[in-house]
Every structure is written in structure tokens, then in C-alpha cells.
């Protein structure tokens, strides 16, 4: 890995007054290894289109091979064995998808078998916007950028016989199915099927398509396709069963699910030649159309110039000054992946594929798909609204067209599909948050129909199974689910309080009465015995005998999903209070908070506990612990390096809570608008706020000194006025200009 | 089996003085068993589309299941077990191929395995342009008539829920892969990849497009795709696994090997339904447009009755009387057979595919395909040449576009593919044939040229392999081939004694002397000892062992290709005297022929032997043999049943040999413009000459009397006049008004 802090070869940001940029500072290998499932290949702000180098096919990427386990990136740092650059691809999810049209450089003879075309690689270059590689076996040097819809390639071959490959059978996914033409000795196009994200749903598999534009007219071309081998008596008649076959300049439709094609070419002297390839989820004639307003007539270098451009546009919304550099590269990369999901699924003429039926619908704004809810509501959102109100906004636009479009508000959207992977009821709680800070340019009466609607559906509920029993009894049992009857009563819980509060914003206090309520119910599962939450049985009963524990690293248990008792029992950010009480008072609570870290059972590379160390502020005097966790949590789990992260950044989850941690603030409340504070890790922060939904243009974050890392808060001011506790709210802070934090050392 | 005479639900036929008409005599499941490989679905004359009954699937219909051995129909007549219509079907051919979109209409719950839904059927009717029959398990009538390019289907529901399946994962052919997509409730619009004809050349597969409409609006409609099963550890996470799925609703492509769509509807009555599905070789478009061109507007009857009009017009150019009822079954049943390939590539609005690459071309005319010149060389043409010019130009000229396209003259094209099958370099003979009578509306420059091409090139000549052997020792050796030595030798030898003819008549003496010398060159492989063509070894030595029966039935051998020496030692038709004189005499050469028939050498269910029976009339005297021969040949291997051909239709070759010797005339010497004569079965044969090419428009056979079978041939006229000999110049024949024939008893 080479991590360029200096670009070389192509000077494009205006480094004034010679201070480095933000885009400088992300370093897009973070993630990459740990399972952050994170990919260093360039993406637009939310783009559709990225280029990764897919290095997890053939078992000299073993263990991390994709078909010999539960992979989900195209990418891993360690391994060394690359087959191609994919081109749609998903960053930062728990499930293979997506990784397909892949394209690869070659030289010699054509080999279409990506086992042997297959090369190391060397002198790696990742940026915001920019990758490039060698090919060991070819001397190709690859470039890649992209923009919004397109992925572009500068390949440099050395002199010779040179093949560019566009393989559609290889692929993330594990759904099969493609077809492909060529069009012009500069064109090929075609689509490809996905889906079946979890291993799940196939029945709601889909197409991207694509069409992949080449700089110079091939001499040759064709498609290939390996056929499914046939046994039976009919195989002693196919001398080619099986077998890959060659089909030379070829020009319809091939279709199967192991095919591509290829592009070859003769170069005399080294040469350089440009791939570009646009990307639609609506058709063909869209991904053409993507590919020329986006592209046309403007060369790699140009490309690359505008995506860098566009991402130090977005980045520069928050500067920080002071502290290490290596803690800006940290915040720069966290907050570069909160800008890459959700993305745009509309095509450049607002085309869209409606909820799974993917009639062709349109959209003004930009429809968003990657909403990866469960993750997502916790934090990410909340960076969006103070940082991006408009994509927020559009965000919750996005929600309720998935709405009108199924029926439902989205659960975990992919794409146009629900792939309904996780559990509760999220959306709710982001249109809740967003209104509440003051995000209102949306439909929230049909918003807040929505909300009710999966709060109150007995039958056919899709986003709140087992409803029933949760209306009934105030939770789900262990009859009720085995998927985590005691956490999906707490995710529940969580959207109920945000209907609530939406509700008493809307002035209904009927429904705010009720779901504040509702809101509450986990309370029937907590065992004061233990001071934990325990599973209930369907007639009542707790579930004996039970181990608190089990539960920890994803272990399947059935009060909890993805996480055990310990992970689970402070997750009720509404209700902290009553938390605090049930467990006898302040004193004990924080105690029993600290016994999660104590007995090691705090889980930083999942969101049920994500905010925890967040919670000792609620408890007058031991809010110094928040800051030295959140640091000590920082330190340890987020890295410049490609094990950066903690672990799966849940489509830019843990890079939120990265960001919001590193400038001294967490939305510790999904849907009520407050932050907790903690201590910055940078002098100032600059946030340029949007004046659109802000009073003020800017909020400065500063802290007192640059003392070293043992310091903690000693006081708060807002605009010069003490700040008393250690919280702020929305308002508060947006319509603030400065929140200074006095620091001393401990 | 029903053959309906007489028509009771369509009264269409114009029957003048209470005659009837050709169409009524043809029996379409004649060669639907004994491996004659025709179908009884309907087809228009040259049609693209024919919608056939499929039954060949399923271990129900074991022995005769597609996938247990080489099987090459869609449709077997003693098999009972259906499981959809096929919408392209080849007829008469030695291989499998297309017999792909199926449609299937069921009733009930929908299921989408071909095994489960099939059913067995009664009523089976089939006609001229018309098939129906009785499914069974659903009580469905179900009605097929067809258009040139549309296949238009009549389904009768009973009351209930009903469905219509497109099935484009089950087809004949061994080709795989396929898409679809559901345009609109009325609508399904598709591919289905076909190719590997003889299980061979599969980089050349390529797409047949397809439009499906159906008459009435689906209630519910969705697509299906069983996905390729996964082995390894990822098959433990998918539930789905190798499973069929239903996509309900879903109105984007779905790819793969095994998928389809349905339509759905609930009958409150039982309901008619109309299903028309357009077909093209270049788009989904022109399929779209051949659809409406052919059928927009007309219902089912309209379009059976316009089926029906068109084939009589065909069949009504040869006009028989007298004889006997079978004998005229046996006549038009085999003069369609004639009229089904060659048969229509282009689409509505000229376009077709280019050889091999599949760019889209236009043609004026008609561009033909399906071209088995092996074995139509020999006497389809011919019978096109006299009673149908028009159509026998047009595919000169669409071999001529082959040559165009590919640089080579066709030897076995299927749909714009060359496939190479069988040997020899047959279209040259076609060509001269066409044109040496009087058939000259093309370019005969180019043609020759093209001839010239295949017959000189020594190097990379698809056309004739082996030819650097054949010019430098006048014959293949056992080196050069394994796939018959010696009738290749003869096959070139019979293109060669074409081109003589052709440059004869071009005034090109040089070639014509060249090429005259080259066409006998197979006497080389004259073994006098035996009286038998012999293969020779690379040193010219005699084959030996040597067993010239060994062959027979197919058998693999060095010399002969599908026969042995007895089966191809006269096929020299060019060359009948030389022959003879190296045998001893006319006298040794009868007996030699005799000995064929005798010794059981006669295989009257393939080409090479085909013209032997006529052979006799080269030996004065011995003229009564062919007579008795061919009467006897007619009266054996040719009946009104489903076995009622002697194999193979080989593309209306076998036919056609039945069609001529019917008519008392044979085309004994491809590329010489003679016909040896024979007793006709009819009284009067009235041939309506096309006055574009012939004087005459209408040519009259007359035979003296109808004294029964035991009756041959005292003497001949020819508009009265006295006729010498047993031979008649296509001059003579097409100049004259009457050919009388005056039988006497024997």
C-alpha cells in the first residue's frame, strides 16, 4: 500500500496558503482488512458506480476467498490475487452483493478463465477518487476514477498484443445470470443479475446494466461464454462440455450465467487506452445516457480532477485545525465513508426502478437506495442532518417514495429491493429525528401515516414481525421469535418514543401519550434479579436456566440478535432515567455501565452498544469517564491503517460515530434532537452549516489547548456563556457559533 | 391420431365442382414417427414459425426422451406426454436444435416444472396450417394455426383458474441461456440462445427474439428462473438453493438457463384465449413488428383461413387426377414437406442477420435459410427449379449473400450459421443446376467465382477438406479423412462436373475442359477386381482388408460417409457410362445394380443411394426395372401413417424424390438439365409453370389408362410426337404441353 499524501501526477487542488485539503487526508485503504468490508477504489459522493480492484476469487486469496466463506467485499487488503475492477459494488455491509462487471487489462494470448488470467499486483495507490495498481504479470499500470453513474479506467499497456476483458459471470453475489453485446469496436453493453443479499430473497433478484465505452477501436472482439457441463449420454457428443468457448466478432446478445467480453488490441508502442463504463438500475439506454452526460468528451485526467473536486467540495463542510495528523486522516476517511451510503439509484434523467415490480419510475431529487436502517439510524443520519441537511432531506424523500412505491417504509432497501435483513422498525425513527431538528421540506403527514402504519398492523406486518405479541404483552417472547425476542422488543421501544415524539411535534397528544407508553414496554424485561435484560417466555416466565453472556461475537442466542445481554441492556437511549432507576439509582447504573468494559463485554464493531460509552454523561460527575472511553475507543479501534476500523462499517456506522466522536459530539437519542459532548480531538472544527435549514453559517467546535491526550473537559461555553451538563441540544448548538470546550489535564 | 378430410368448423376451401384440394389431402403427421423427424404443427409455406406440439420430455416418453439419446424432433408420434408448443422447430433434420419457447396453457395452482405440469392429450387433429388437441389433465382445447413468422395459438379454458406458461428453459435444442421480460399484462418479450446444431460449433450459438401477446389482460402475470445449484459451504446459507422462484409481478429481464414467464387469470366461463408469439433472428423489435405486420388485427380463424388459402395456392401448381386417395395423401403430404425448408430468415421488413457476426442486414427478396445441400442438392432444388422458380432464385440468392457475408458458399446453413455438417461442396451444383435451366435472375459472376473459390483453394477451405489430396492424387486418401475418403472424392467430383457444365454454358472452355477431367477422377478409386469404388491408402495402395458391406446402417468407415461401397459406388451420376465401361459393359452394370437391390445394399432412407433405381434407365432394354423399382419403393417406404416416410426427411429430400417419382419424372444427374422417366401414379399431372422462366404455363403428364399396379411403360410422347429414349431434356419438358405416357400390362 502506498498512500499518497502528494499527487504527483496530476496537481488539481488548490492548496491555499499551503495547507492541505481535505480529500489529502483520506486514506481509503482504511477498512479494507478487519472485515470493514470497505474497498479502496474511487466513488463519487454517493455514487452508484465505483471501481474496485476484486481480489477475493481463487484460492490464492484463501482464507479470504470469497466462495470458501461469508465474504462481503470485492476487496481485502491482505490478499494478493487480483481478477479485475468491479464496478458496482457495496461498502461497509455483512453480506455478499454486488462486486460484478468486472473489468480486466491483459496482455498475450485471450484467457478468459479469471483462475489463469488472474495476477498479483504491486505499487498500490488509493485516494479519494483514485486508484491505481500494476498488473505484476502484464507491466499494465491501472488507473481508476469515477464519476456519479461511471466508472473510468486508464490502463497504460506496454507494447504488444493487449485484451481488455469485461467478465459478467465472476462476481460478489452469489445470483447468477448476465448477457452482453457488443456493439461497436468501441462499445459493449449488457446487464447483469443480483440479488439474493443475505442469501436471501431471490425471488426479488435484479438487473444492472451497463455500457462500457473503450478510447480506441479494438482490432478484434467478441464474447465468450462457458456453458453449464451436461452429463448424461448427450456429453459424449460435446467435445467442448463445459468448456469455455470463443465467440470472434460477435454482435448479439450473449446470455448465460458465465460469459463476457472482450476487447483486443495490437499496440506498437506502449499505449494508453480509457474505459469508461455507466451504470443504470433502469436500462441500457440509461447507462448510455449516464455515461454521456457525465463523461463525454472529457478525458481520465479530467474526470479524476472533477471527483476530487467534488469530494473536498463535500469534505471541506467541516475543517479541523490542530491536532495529529494522523487523527485528521482518521476523521477525513470516517467521514468520506458516511458519504458513500445511501447512494444514488436514479439515473442522470431521474429515472428509478420502482419497489420490486422495477417499472421505470422519476424522481426530481435524488432517489437513494443502500438505507441499511438498523445500522444507520443510530448516528449516521444524525451526521447527515447537521452536516447535509439537503441529502438528508432527500434521504427521507427517498423512504417515502419507497413507501408509496411498496407499501412500506424501507427496512434494509438495496437497490430497490427490501431485502428485509435485520430487525425493528427504523425508518420511523429517522424521519422522526430529521423532522425534529428541523429538516421539514417532506411529506410528513404521509411520513407519519407510514410510521403508523408498521406500528399498528396486527397481520402481514413486514417490518414488525411478531407485532402481536408486542402490543399484547408489551414484548416479544421466545416463542414469539428466535431472532431476539428482548432486542427487537427494544428496537420497538425506540421507534414507538420516536413516533411519540414526532406526535407531540405534530400536536397529537393522543398518539404521543400512547407511544410514550409503548416506548417503555422493554421495562417488563428487565430482571432486577441480575439487573440485566432476560428473555421472556410466552407465558411469562423468564427464560431459565440464562447466561447473560452468551450472545457475545454474533453468537446466536434467543433474546438477542447479534449481541448478548450486556450489549443489549443500556440500548434504551429514551429511556435512560427509567433505566437508571430500575437498576437503583445513578451510582449503580454507572457502575453496572462500567462493568460492561470491565468484564469485557462492550462490543465496538456493533451498533447495539455503539452509544454506551456515551451514557456516563447521564450521570452527574462521571462524565469524564465518556471522554477517556470514547478516546481510549478511538485510539484503539480507529487506525490509519487497513484494519482502521473496528470492523464492519455498516455502511459508514462506525465512521459516523468516528466522526461525531472526534468533534466532541453524540446524537446519543435517536429522535431527540440533543448531543452528548465529549472532548474534541482536533483545536477547531469548523462546520459550515446549510443555511437553508441553519441560522448560522458556521459552528466552531474549539478546544482550549492541545494539552496531549490526558485532558479532560473542565468547563463548557456556548458563545461565551457556560454551558451547564453535558449535553446540547440541536437548537442550541445549531444556532450557536461557537461551542468551546476549556480543557485541563487529569 | 384424427386426420380430419373434411373441415367442420371452418368452411374455407373453395371447392369447385366438389372437388378437392390439395390442402385436404395433406396429412401432417406423416414422418412424425420411424424417425422421420417432421411435426404436426402448423407452419406457413417457407415459415420461420410453427407452433409444434412438444412431447418429447419426460421419462413418459421413454425410449424416445430428448436427453436419453440422439433425438432430433420436438415431437414423436407414439409419445404421449406434452409438456408445451415449441415456437421454432426444424423439420426433417438429423439433429437436434431449436424447438424452443414453449408455450403451455395449465389450469389450477401454477407450477413451473416442465415434469409436473406436462399432461397427455387425445383429439389430437392435425391439417394443412391447423393442429389441435386435447390436454387431459387440464381440459383445455388448444388450437395452433401460424403465420410466417407468428405462431398463433387458440387455448379453451374451462371455468376456473388458468394459466399460460412460457417456458424457455425446456427446448430441443442443447443450447442453454435465455430472457425475459413481462412488457404488460398482455405482453412477454424475450430470447431464447440456440445453436450447437449436431451438438457441434457452439461458439456459434446465437438468439432467437420472440413477442408473445395474448388477447386478453392477465390478472396476475410474473416470471420464474430456476438458478443453477450451488455446491460448497455457500449452499448452506441458501434456503433457495437450486430452487425454482417466483418473481410476481416483476416486469424487468430475468436471465438464465431454466426461466419463464406466465400469465394468470381466473374464468368466471369457460374462456378462449388467443396467444400469438412473433418471432425474429435480429430483435425483440422485429419480432414485435412481425407480430403486428402479419396478424394485427385478425383473429385466429382469419389467420387459419389466410394459412389455408396460401398453402393451396402452393400445392395447387401440381394439380393430380385419377389414381388412387392414398397415392394423393402420399403426393401433397410430401410436396409440403418440400415447401418447409429452405425457409424464411428475414423478418417482415427485410432485415436479417449477417453469417456468424449477426449484424442486421436487408434484403429485398426473400433470405432463406436452412440449407442441408447434402442432401437437397440432389433433387429439391430441382423440383423447385420447375414448379417453383421464383423461390428457387431466391435461394441462389441467398446463398450468394452467404457467400457474401462469409467469404464461402454455404454447405449446411442454419440461421445465418454455417454449421459444416456432412461433406462435400454442394451449393456449386445447386447453383449450376438453377442456372443451366434457364433460371438466371442473379449473379452468376459472383457464383462462379464462389464456386472457383472453394474448388481451388488448397489452404483453409471449409468447403472441401482434404483438397490438397483431391488436386494432387485426384482422390481423399484414408490419410486425408476418417469421414469417407472415398464419397468426398465423389462428392467433389459431382461439384466439379457442375462447374464443367457451368463454364461450358459461361463459354469458359478452358475450366470447362479443366473441371470436366477433375470430375472423374474418382475412377482412381474403381477397384475392377470387385467391380466397387475402394478407399485408398496415403501410398496408394488398396484399403485391405476390405469388406465393402461394412457401412451399412450408418456404421463409421474409412471410405464412405453414411453407407458403404454398394451405396455409393453408382452415385456418379455425372458419369454413368464411365462407369459402366469400367465395369464390362451396360449388361454387367444392370446386374451390378441389381445386385445392390438384391444383396439388400439398397438404404432407401438416405441420400447417396437415392437415384439408383432410376439407374436402369441408362441401360437400353432395362427401363421396366426402374419403373417396377420405384413403384415398388413408393409402395413400401412411403404411406399415409406417421411412419410413412422411409427415415430422416432430411429437409424434404426424401420428399421430394417421392414427389417426383409420383409424377414419372426423376432429376437423375444434378447439374445436367435431364429428368429419367417413369411410370406416373396419377392419370393427369397438371404442373403450372411460372411464365416468368417457362414458355408453357402448364404441363400436362398423361398416362394412358389406370389398368392397376402391374403396368409399366410402352411408349412415350411428347406433344404427341414420338420420344426416344427413357430421358427428358428440362427443355424438352418445359417446352412441351403434354408428356403421354402409354402403359401397357407386364
Redesign the interface.
Same mark, same amino acid.
Given at each position: 500500500m502506498t498512500f499518497r499524501f502528494f499527487l504527483f501526477s496530476v496537481v488539481f487542488i488548490n492548496s491555499l496558503y499551503g495547507q492541505k485539503q481535505p480529500v489529502e487526508y483520506v486514506n481509503p485503504f482504511i477498512g479494507t482488512s478487519n472485515f470493514g468490508t470497505t474497498n479502496p477504489g474511487p466513488i463519487a459522493v454517493r455514487g452508484m458506480a465505483n471501481v474496485s480492484p476484486f481480489n477475493v476469487a481463487g484460492e490464492q486469496n484463501l482464507p479470504l476467498e470469497k /466462495?470458501?466463506? &461469508?465474504l462481503s467485499t470485492p476487496y481485502v487488503h491482505e490478499n494478493t490475487f487480483l481478477t479485475g475492477f468491479s464496478h458496482v459494488n457495496l461498502s461497509g455491509v455483512g453480506c455478499p452483493e454486488l462486486g460484478v462487471i468486472l473489468a480486466m487489462p491483459t496482455t498475450g494470448e485471450m484467457e478468459t478463465d479469471h483462475l489463469k488470467y488472474g495476477s498479483t499486483y504491486s505499487s498500490e495507490v488509493s485516494e479519494v477518487g483514485y486508484y491505481s495498481n500494476h498488473l505484476d504479470k502484464y507491466d499494465i499500470k491501472m488507473e481508476a476514477t469515477a464519476t456519479t453513474r461511471v466508472g473510468v479506467s486508464n490502463y497504460t499497456f506496454p507494447k504488444g498484443d493487449s485484451n481488455v476483458l469485461l467478465n459478467l459471470g465472476l462476481g460478489l453475489t452469489? @445470483?447468477?445470470?448476465?448477457?452482453v453485446k457488443v456493439v461497436s469496436p468501441t462499445e459493449i453493453e449488457g *446487464?447483469r443479475?443480483v440479488g439474493?443479499f443475505c !442469501?436471501?430473497k #431471490? =425471488? =426479488?433478484?435484479?438487473?444492472v446494466y451497463f455500457v462500457a465505452r473503450f478510447s480506441r477501436p479494438a482490432q478484434e472482439f467478441g464474447t465468450w461464454?462457458k #456453458? %453449464?457441463k !451436461?452429463n448424461? +449420454? @448427450?456429453s459424449q &457428443? *460435446?467435445? !467442448?462440455n463445459g468448456k469455455p $468457448?470463443? *465467440? $470472434?466478432?460477435?454482435?448479439? @446478445? +450473449?446470455?448465460? /450465467?458465465s460469459i463476457g467480453a472482450y476487447m483486443r488490441y495490437s499496440f506498437e508502442k506502449p499505449t494508453q487506452l480509457e474505459l469508461k463504463i455507466g451504470i443504470s438500475y433502469v436500462s441500457i439506454a440509461n447507462a448510455r445516457e449516464n455515461l454521456e452526460k457525465e463523461t463525454a468528451d472529457r478525458n481520465f485526467d479530467q474526470i479524476l480532477k472533477s471527483a476530487k473536486d467534488e469530494w473536498n467540495r463535500y469534505l471541506s463542510k467541516i475543517e479541523v485545525e490542530g491536532g495529529k495528523e494522523e487523527d485528521k486522516i482518521k476523521f477525513y476517511t470516517a467521514l468520506y465513508h458516511t458519504l458513500i451510503h445511501p447512494n444514488t439509484l436514479n439515473d442522470v434523467n431521474g429515472d428509478y #426502478?420502482k419497489m $420490486? %415490480? $422495477? =417499472?421505470t419510475l422519476k424522481t426530481d431529487g435524488s432517489r437513494y437506495t443502500v438505507f441499511s436502517l438498523w445500522d444507520t439510524y443510530r448516528n449516521l443520519h444524525q451526521l447527515m442532518s447537521l452536516v447535509y441537511p439537503r441529502q438528508q432531506s432527500n434521504m427521507v424523500k427517498s423512504m417515502l417514495q419507497i413507501y408509496d412505491e411498496s407499501g412500506w417504509l424501507p427496512k434494509w432497501e438495496l437497490n430497490a429491493t427490501e431485502t428485509t435483513t435485520m430487525v425493528g422498525d427504523p425508518a420511523g425513527i429517522i424521519i422522526a429525528d430529521t423532522y425534529l431538528k428541523g429538516i421539514r421540506d417532506f411529506d410528513i403527514e404521509k411520513a407519519y401515516e407510514a410510521m403508523l402504519k408498521s406500528a399498528d398492523q396486527k397481520e402481514n406486518n413486514p417490518l414488525r414481525p411478531g407485532i402481536k405479541d408486542y402490543l399484547d404483552k408489551g414484548y416479544l417472547t421466545t416463542k414469539t421469535t428466535n431472532s431476539g425476542s428482548v432486542s427487537t422488543t427494544q428496537e420497538y421501544n425506540i421507534t414507538d418514543f420516536a413516533i411519540a415524539q414526532l406526535a407531540k411535534a405534530l400536536g397529537n397528544k393522543e398518539d404521543q401519550k400512547r407511544f410514550a407508553k409503548r416506548a417503555i414496554s422493554y421495562r417488563n424485561l428487565f430482571d432486577s434479579d441480575i439487573n440485566l435484560l432476560r428473555p421472556k417466555n410466552d407465558d411469562g416466565t423468564w427464560l431459565t436456566p440464562y447466561n447473560p453472556e452468551s450472545g457475545a461475537n454474533f453468537e446466536k442466542n434467543l433474546g438477542f440478535i447479534e449481541g448478548n445481554a450486556w450489549q443489549y441492556t443500556f440500548m434504551v437511549p429514551h429511556d435512560i432515567k427509567g433505566l437508571m432507576k430500575m437498576m437503583g439509582g445513578p451510582k449503580v447504573f454507572a457502575n453496572r455501565l462500567q462493568d460492561v468494559f470491565d468484564k469485557n463485554q462492550f462490543d465496538m464493531a456493533n451498533e447495539p452498544d455503539i452509544a454506551y460509552p456515551y451514557l456516563f454523561n447521564y450521570v452527574k460527575g462521571q462524565e469524564h469517564r465518556t471522554q477517556q472511553k470514547v478516546s481510549e475507543l478511538l485510539e484503539t479501534y480507529f487506525k490509519n491503517s487497513p484494519d482502521g476500523l473496528p470492523g464492519n462499517d455498516d455502511t459508514g456506522t462506525m465512521s459516523a460515530w468516528a466522526v461525531f466522536s472526534m468533534m466532541g459530539l453524540y446524537p446519543v437519542t435517536p429522535a431527540e434532537p440533543i448531543y452528548a459532548l465529549t472532548k474534541p480531538v482536533f483545536d477547531t472544527i469548523t462546520v459550515h452549516l446549510d443555511n437553508k435549514y441553519y441560522k448560522n453559517e458556521k459552528l466552531k467546535i474549539i478546544r482550549s489547548d492541545s494539552m496531549g491526550d490526558n485532558v479532560e473537559i473542565k468547563s463548557i461555553k456556548v458563545d461565551g456563556k457556560p454551558h451547564k451538563g453535558y449535553f446540547i441540544s440541536h437548537n442550541d448548538l445549531t444556532n450557536a457559533s461557537t461551542l468551546y470546550f476549556e480543557m485541563i489535564s487529569y
Open positions: /466462495d470458501s466463506r &461469508w452469489n @445470483e447468477q445470470g448476465a448477457s *446487464m443479475s439474493s !442469501y436471501y #431471490p =425471488e =426479488e433478484a435484479y438487473p461464454k #456453458p %453449464t !451436461y448424461g +449420454v @448427450e &457428443w *460435446m467435445g !467442448y $468457448r470463443l *465467440m $470472434r466478432g460477435y454482435t448479439k @446478445e +450473449v446470455i448465460g /450465467d #426502478p $420490486r %415490480t $422495477r =417499472e
